[in-house]
């Protein structure tokens, strides 16, 4: 693994709290679905990173892709901009935290 990959791996580590189930359970509910940007009318690109971060988190790291790569970039980028954006109100069932819940991080772990 090159050392940028090792990078992004590790940083994707630490934005990705979430287990692959952990995230598939959470993409089969009503929130999940209502979170998100959906501009083109079906499913939101959150959503849609969920599927892709649990397909990641299950690969070998010698079978990741250079698309995997962006991908982890992309998410980890997505998280740490969405933290600095916290509410001062109780996030438990925010709309802030069902997105983030979509990209692989639950703020209350």
């Given at each position: 693994m090159a050392k940028d990959e090792h990078r992004v791996a590790a940083e994707f580590g630490?934005?990705?709290?979430?287990?692959?189930?952990?995230?598939?359970?959470?993409?089969?509910?009503?929130?999940?679905?209502?979170?998100?940007?959906?501009?083109?009318?079906?499913?939101?690109?959150?959503?849609?990173?969920?599927?892709?971060?649990?397909?990641?988190?299950?690969k070998k790291a010698g079978d990741l892709s250079e698309d995997d790569y962006a991908h982890m970039r992309k998410v980890t980028g997505y998280v740490h901009r969405h933290l600095a954006q916290r509410p001062s109100h109780d996030v438990r069932d925010s709309r802030w935290r069902h997105s983030l819940m979509n990209w692989g991080h639950d703020p209350l772990k």
């Open positions: 630490e934005a990705v709290n979430m287990t692959p189930k952990e995230i598939e359970r959470w993409l089969d509910t009503p929130q999940s679905q209502a979170a998100g940007d959906k501009s083109g009318g079906g499913e939101s690109t959150g959503h849609a990173s969920g599927r892709r971060i649990a397909e990641i988190l299950r």
